[in-house]
């Protein structure tokens, strides 16, 4: 585990310093920045399976991992190619509404309870984000997949959070946590991109939420039974 911890450590460093790049605007060294920390918890994901050999659910959740990565790279592309900055951020979001998909399918074979709760809680909060959305400025193209992202990201999230709490352990819990982070981290983009000001504190805030979630989700591999 202490190679685990090592590679989070480095990761969290090198996020910090990739924060720092991007707010100081040299957004080339901020996509090399931003793809090295998302790596570090692809390696954590990796040494999982190297632990557990060829492991369906961690070969699973690996897989979304590094769509977690691209889509990291592709969404700061967008501001070092501009001209192009809507395909790009397009093409990002799509990478990490495929690695939650991937998500979903590692989870929902663990769910030991009733999925109708979950998947009605999901399609409520999903429905209420997604009127947020449509309240907002924002570009159709955006809306679109805006709403089929949330709907995943929030269906993913309700289901770790019922496998937690009908058989907690320690995969169960961190992975829901990891979720959670995750979910909360897209708030917050959402309304810091889309609402009517962006602060930089608040790319701040999702930028660190992100960035646990993944670290969680990638270290409760370990915590198998």
Not at 26 to 38: C, E, H, I, P, R
Not at 75 to 82: S, W
Not at 187 to 193: A, G, K, S
Request: aromatic share 12%; net charge positive.
């Amino acid at each position: 585990m202490f190679v685990n911890y090592l590679l989070i450590l480095a990761g969290c460093v090198i996020q910090a310093l990739f924060i720092k790049t991007e707010h100081d605007e040299n957004f080339k060294k901020a996509v090399v920045l931003k793809g090295l920390a998302s790596l570090m918890f692809v390696l954590v994901g990796e040494l999982a399976w190297i632990k557990y050999g060829d492991h369906s659910l961690v070969r699973t959740i690996v897989a979304g991992l590094l769509f977690g990565m691209a889509g990291d790279i592709l969404l700061n592309l967008r501001f070092v190619y501009p001209e192009n900055g809507k395909k790009i951020f397009l093409a990002g979001i799509l990478a990490f509404l495929i690695g939650h998909i991937l998500y979903l399918k590692a989870i929902i074979p663990l769910s030991s309870g009733p999925l109708v709760p979950a998947l009605i809680g999901a399609v409520i909060a999903a429905a209420l984000l997604a009127y947020i959305f449509k309240t907002m400025e924002v570009n159709i193209a955006y809306k679109v997949f805006g709403v089929f992202y949330l709907g995943a990201v929030i269906i993913m999230t309700c289901i770790a959070i019922s496998n937690a709490v009908s058989a907690p352990d320690t995969f169960r819990v961190m992975y829901a946590a990891g979720a959670v982070f995750f979910t909360l981290s897209d708030i917050v983009l959402i309304f810091n991109t889309f609402g009517k000001t962006t602060k930089f504190s608040l790319r701040i805030t999702n930028l660190s939420l992100y960035y646990i979630g993944q670290v969680l989700i990638a270290l409760s591999l370990h915590y198998l039974g």
